[in-house]
């Protein structure tokens, strides 16, 4: 359904848009393979144009690459500033404000990255070394972010199997809770976390329901939930409903500025007063706190207030491409579109002998005779994911324009290896 700014607003001040049905769930996980890599940045791809002027880039790698636009420049250039360290910096505040009455909490904290705000709640809820938190197997702060609660917060991680749709089952979870405290063989439990959407599985929409039940399961057991909500504001504009319904399910939430919402820095970390109060000493421990940060937090308050809306765009111009994958003629790759959900599209390729990197290498370069027939050279960037897909996000640097000139390149490459495949034979 579509969901606009001033629809957004409405449901923040008005209620919400009933959520969609949870979905039946697969207990196969897509994309789980042997191999352990699950997207290929080692070989860095230059985003510039090669060559000639005329060469037009589509950069769908991930929505970190957005740069923020002449409003939010002129915000952060002519924000009021102060020491933030000291609690004195008015556009921080402002922003930390801001952000919990959005996110229906009673505090907010503004943190660098989404990396340092997962452990700094991880490292509040898990108070002494050797506490023990749940996650799901391919979530963001288990796959991503380095073991940084074992590295640097001494927290145990135990998993439980995240299913495609991002979810897990709650009775695996309920059996990860270790009932034997403080019996010196096990940790005690004290966390569970859930990514919302979730990256690895294709940007999918973590249900109502199940939310809902993970939160009973952790208040029966006296375990926190915290969400690594990231793309939290995907999953609101996908289900129609205000972010504080969402957030409700849980204690704590981390939500990313610098991705969809195109801010250049930051994630707010948000929560009870006495959790938010613990979250600044840590953020200081790492290293996070920065005297004059309002000129960061003006590009939040842009991110917050005026960015939100205009997510379904991304949403439509990823359902748009990945209809086109389906229509492709000649067929070279295959999409469950009930699976996209928001602004990350994840597919494989039909062909064995078309690889994932190899299309990604194909798309990123301009083919011979490629701006004979497309009028111009056209390079879209992706990235080889997970189970042998190839991942592409669409972002605010993205237009409809931008998606038609992919599909463009889509049906050039898929052409051009139907024609290499023929002469073969």
Wanted: glycine share 10%; with cysteine.
């Amino acid at each position: 359904m579509a969901f606009s700014a001033r629809t957004f607003l409405k449901c923040m001040n008005h209620g919400v848009v009933a959520p969609k049905p949870l979905r039946a769930r697969d207990a196969a996980v897509l994309g789980r393979g042997s191999a352990r890599c699950y997207y290929d940045a080692g070989k860095r791809i230059d985003p510039t144009p090669a060559g000639a002027a005329h060469v037009r880039v589509v950069d769908l790698r991930s929505d970190t690459v957005t740069k923020p636009g002449a409003a939010m420049r002129q915000a952060m250039a002519v924000a009021e500033v102060g020491d933030d360290v000291m609690g004195e910096d008015p556009t921080v505040n402002e922003l930390q404000k801001m952000a919990a009455d959005m996110f229906g909490m009673e505090a907010a904290l503004f943190v660098p990255s989404g990396t340092m705000s997962n452990l700094i709640a991880v490292m509040v809820h898990c108070r002494e070394r050797g506490d023990e938190m749940i996650v799901g197997d391919v979530s963001h702060l288990h796959i991503y972010e380095q073991g940084g609660s074992a590295q640097l917060a001494g927290v145990h991680a135990t998993i439980v199997t995240n299913l495609p749709d991002g979810t897990f089952d709650l009775e695996q979870l309920e059996s990860k809770i270790r009932h034997g405290y403080p019996d010196p063989h096990y940790p005690r439990s004290r966390l569970v976390c859930v990514e919302n959407t979730h990256n690895i599985q294709g940007g999918r929409v973590l249900p109502l329901p199940f939310l809902k039940e993970v939160r009973a399961v952790a208040d029966k057991h006296g375990l926190a939930v915290h969400m690594d909500g990231a793309r939290v504001m995907n999953a609101a504009i996908a289900q129609g409903v205000a972010p504080s319904t969402i957030l409700q399910h849980t204690h704590t939430a981390s939500v990313c500025l610098s991705k969809g919402l195109g801010a250049p820095v930051g994630t707010m970390l948000a929560g009870p007063r006495d959790f938010i109060s613990r979250a600044v000493r840590c953020r200081k421990a790492l290293g996070g706190g920065i005297r004059q940060a309002g000129i960061l937090a003006a590009a939040g308050k842009i991110s917050l207030g005026e960015m939100v809306g205009r997510l379904e765009e991304d949403h439509r111009n990823t359902k748009t491409f990945a209809q086109a994958l389906l229509d492709c003629d000649p067929p070279v790759c295959t999409v469950d579109i009930a699976t996209v959900e928001t602004n990350i599209l994840r597919f494989h390729l039909r062909d064995p002998s078309l690889t994932p990197s190899d299309f990604c290498a194909r798309m990123a370069e301009v083919g011979e005779g490629e701006e004979a027939a497309l009028g111009q050279g056209v390079r879209v960037l992706m990235f080889p994911h997970a189970g042998g897909s190839v991942r592409a996000v669409w972002h605010l640097g993205i237009s409809p324009e931008d998606t038609q000139l992919a599909i463009q390149k889509l049906r050039f490459v898929a052409s051009q290896h139907s024609k290499k495949k023929l002469r073969a034979h």
